[in-house]
């Protein structure tokens, strides 16, 4: 068995447009994950097309980044058509693995390109060692486990195989296992296993007795009835510490959908988390002795989130992992703008920014600035008490932003 301990796993980001994918390479991700146009989940997210593809994995292999292609639908038979070409593509542009869900995808993907690196997605929903061998024997050189395992199930597995193993650290959760869900069909005829989730399970549901058609009953006492399925979002943070030890090779981030800001923003603190502990490391600390600081955990709940649960990390989830009152935690702070220019600093805005507006920089390595916006002026030089997002602006602050680097986020208070 090769040692795995305390080795400092990749940290894989989503990219679910070009400009997420530059922000989660800015902030530090090893690696990202993206679709194209077809045969992935996540149908609504940016996606790219076959050129926004090759310039992706461009960009993302000149910043010695990885990148990786979903091919994760559960295909029906027309689903398969072109594929064979699609993969050919993707070979050709050097995408650095696929990530697979359907055994029939990933037959044809072996066949096709069989010296392709194939990591397999959530969705086949790996929850033991012999289920983790089993597609080990398929070909697959990667398994990116089941949401729903506890750290002990990991290691067991860890045992169990050499194969890399790629887990979820932060974001969105199913309440049913991870996407293999019919609500959406249901409810909306968007097919959560096609890509299309339309979320219903954070709807507000209430009770109807049938013979009292029209008369809703709110199943707990809140006026608004109640979100009975609405999972709070993952947020194995304050652990990674146990998965190091665990033998994880790859930590995963959930949310192509995301915004900008959340993304950037996540990446931030999980690359600082990381970076931490290996200084730590360096520095002879023992990997089970450590408890990151609390300043990262503050910061990650400065993100827009359903909460934060551990999930099933020491046993399966109780109902504390549920959000019933509401569907989501107010976000206490918006994406403000998007350094374009550092000298003089020049931003474009991602939000409403008024002059006075309290903002922060939030820069590489945790450096992050408090200010106020002092002054915007356009390009054309005219002043501007108002942005409005989407517009180039010149931004004077108070106090200074000293050396802004390009594609770094403000953010601003609501
Ligand atoms: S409806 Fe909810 S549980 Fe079902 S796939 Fe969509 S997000 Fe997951």
């Keep these: 068995m090769k040692p795995h301990r305390n080795k400092i796993p990749e940290l894989l980001a989503p990219a679910g447009s070009f400009e ?22 996540r149908a609504r997210a940016g996606n790219f097309d076959e050129e926004g593809l090759r310039q992706a ?4 292999h000149k910043h010695s980044v990885k990148v990786y292609v979903t ?3 559960f295909a029906h038979n027309e689903d398969l058509e072109g594929l064979e070409d ?8 050097d995408v650095d693995a696929l990530i697979i869900a359907d055994p029939g995808i990933l037959s044809v993907s072996r066949e096709t390109l069989p010296d392709m690196p194939l990591h397999l997605s959530t969705q086949a929903n790996v929850t033991n060692a012999a289920s983790a061998r089993f597609w080990v024997s398929q070909g697959v050189s990667r398994l990116n486990l ?8 990991i290691r067991q597995i860890r045992a169990a195989t050499e194969t890399e193993l790629e887990l979820f650290v932060h974001g969105a959760l199913c309440i049913s296992y991870s996407g293999r869900c019919m609500l959406s069909t249901y409810f909306t005829g968007r097919d959560a296993n096609q890509g299309d989730c339309a979320h219903p399970c954070r709807y507000s549901y209430r009770l109807v007795e049938e013979k009292r058609p029209g008369q809703y009953f709110p199943v707990e006492e809140d006026e608004r009835g109640t979100y009975i399925f609405n999972s709070q979002d993952l947020c194995l943070l ?12 790859s930590l995963k981030i959930e949310g192509r959908m995301k915004s900008v800001g959340y993304v950037g923003g996540v990446v931030r603190v999980y690359r600082a988390a990381l970076d931490w502990i290996q200084e730590q ?12 600081p609390e300043y990262l955990t503050g910061e990650i709940k400065k993100l827009g989130t359903r909460g934060w649960t551990e999930n099933f990390f020491d046993g399966p989830p109780d109902d504390s992992a549920m959000m019933h009152d509401r569907m989501r935690i107010e976000q206490p702070w918006v994406p403000a703008g998007i350094v374009r220019q550092a000298e003089p600093l020049l931003i474009e805005t991602r939000n409403v920014l008024e002059t006075g507006d309290s903002i922060e920089y939030l820069g590489r390595n945790m450096r992050t600035i408090s200010c106020s916006v002092l002054a915007m002026t356009r390009e054309d030089g005219t002043s501007l008490e108002r942005a409005n997002p989407g517009q180039r602006v010149e931004l004077q602050t108070d106090p200074e932003v000293i050396e802004p680097e390009l594609n770094s986020l403000f953010r601003k208070k609501v």
Excluded: C, M, Q, W
Excluded at 86 to 93: K, N, P, Q, R
């Design 281 to 292: 490391l360096d520095a002879g600390a023992e990997i089970n002795s450590l408890s990151l």
């Design 20 to 41: 997420k994918l530059v922000t989660a390479i800015h902030y530090g991700a090893d690696a990202v994950y993206l679709a194209g146009k077809r045969f992935s989940l």
């Design 57 to 60: 994995v461009s960009y993302a």
């Design 146 to 153: 089941a949401r729903e395992l506890g750290i002990e199930e």
């Design 71 to 73: 091919i994760n639908i």
């Design 86 to 93: 699609y993969l050919l593509f993707l070979d050709s542009i």
């Design 238 to 249: 304050n652990r990674l510490p146990e998965l190091i030890a665990a033998g994880a090779d």
